[in-house]
């Protein structure tokens, strides 16, 4: 499993497997047991007997003979207890076979969806959305939601009895259920894509097919729901994000901050994408997040230099994102552009309000900025003491290279 192409493989067939067995048989939790199952054998098999022509189809239908093992021992072990087996075989179920469905078809997005069902308290329903449809570790949940890996490992399994014992169904919601799921969903999807863009751990510095998964997700959402502007947003932002993507490392790896970036590089046409999609989402009223957001990162993209950057425009589009969200990386960067607009000193008098704040005083990236607002205001050995104070506390070490290396040179 050292191949990213074949890892990339199996992550993004994992949850079209999990959803086509959850579809057929139910019993989600078991289910994932199942697929986890089938993706260690994919994991020994394939590197040495080749991967199979219809990968997919071969998933699910070793992960339904899983399921069938693990239903019957459930099933013994109830007997054992005198009580009721609850459960029946996949033989007793009268449905198509899961792996006889059009090889086409991709239940990831019912997936996401069954995550999101408002039997889930809220932090349960991303929790759990990112875990199975994501694939994402629960180390790396737990630091995408700034809480200790034992509480979010909790959080998905409570999320996991709720889902088997309310017997959720699997299918897509219908219209008056589907908002009570959407916000839940986009904010997974985002999740996700920040988690492929900048990697929180390993040695890469974005990880590829999280951040292509998110888009995969959020346009097949955005076909659902072509009206919703928040759905436009969402894709509008992370095709904007995306298209810096081939400027942010240098030739060795190491990463290039956005005002060193060769803009050349960006990819033109999700830039073209993104902002046609958020241009058409922003008059249809009161925006939300996500549009703003874009919006913000559509004024970057805009900007033929760093020099040209528009910071009055996007200072004052983090003041409204700050006044109806109370996401912390928003009033962080918020100071980060109150700075480039208005002067170091008063980007550092926001960041002096957000040291209290639990979720992110202790977040690597408040003392990254911390230390770039100091360099700015020419205080260079506090910003390099909060450089290295940055560079301890990031888990991503091309992040550490970097502010090791800025930290090397104010010395």
């Known amino acids: 499993m050292t191949d990213p192409g074949f890892e990339g493989l199996l ?56 399921l069938t093992d693990l239903l019957r021992a459930e099933q013994a072990r109830r007997r054992r207890e005198d009580a009721v087996a609850a459960w029946a075989l996949p033989e007793e179920w009268l449905s198509p076979a899961a792996d006889s469905v059009a090889p086409d078809a991709d239940d990831t997005l019912v997936l996401l969806f069954l995550c999101c069902h408002p039997a889930l308290p809220p932090e349960g329903q991303i929790a759990l959305t990112l875990r199975s449809a994501g694939g994402l570790t629960t180390a790396e949940i737990a630091r995408a939601f700034f809480v200790p890996e034992p509480t979010m490992a909790q959080r998905i399994s409570r999320a996991k009895r709720r889902i088997r014992d309310g017997r959720v169904p699997f299918r897509l919601p219908d219209a ?15 999740l996700v894509f920040t988690e492929g863009y900048a990697s929180t751990s390993g040695p890469g510095l974005y990880r590829g097919e999280l951040s292509a998964e998110a ?16 759905v436009a947003g969402l894709l509008a932002l992370m095709l904007l994000t995306d298209a810096r993507r081939p400027a942010r490392t240098a030739p060795d790896g190491s990463l290039v901050p956005l005002a ?34 874009a ?22 589009l983090y003041d409204v994102l700050v006044e109806i969200s109370a996401n ?71 992040e550490q290279r970097y502010l090791n290396g800025r930290a090397a040179r104010l010395a």
């Open 295 to 316: 919006a913000i990162a559509a004024l970057h993209d805009a900007a033929g230099s760093a020099e040209e950057t528009d910071w009055p425009q996007i200072a004052a």
């Open 176 to 190: 008056a259920e589907r908002p009570a799921r959407l916000a839940a969903v986009l904010h997974v999807l985002y």
């Open 328 to 398: 912390p990386m928003a009033a962080l960067n918020r100071a980060v552009a109150v700075a480039m607009a208005r002067g170091p000193r008063a980007g550092l008098a926001l960041l002096d309000g957000l040291e209290g704040d639990e979720r992110i005083g202790g977040h690597h990236r408040l003392h990254a900025v911390r230390a770039h607002l100091l360099e700015m205001s020419g205080d260079t050995a506090a910003a390099r003491a909060s450089y290295l104070d940055a560079a301890r506390r990031t888990h991503s070490l091309p």
């Open 260 to 293: 060193e970036q060769d803009r050349g590089r960006w990819d033109a046409a999700r830039i073209a994408e993104g902002t046609a999609l958020i241009d058409a989402a922003l008059p249809r009223g009161p925006a939300g997040p996500y549009q703003l957001q």
């Open 215 to 230: 888009i995969r997700l959020a346009r097949i959402v955005h076909r659902l729901l072509p009206g919703d502007p928040e």
């Open 11 to 66: 992550r993004r067939l994992a949850p079209q497997a999990l959803g086509a067995v959850v579809r057929r048989y139910g019993h989600f939790g078991t289910a994932e047991d199942a697929v986890q199952e089938a993706l260690i054998a994919a994991a020994a098999q394939w590197p040495r007997d080749g991967v199979p022509d219809d990968p997919r189809a071969w998933l699910i239908r070793v992960a339904s003979r899983k």
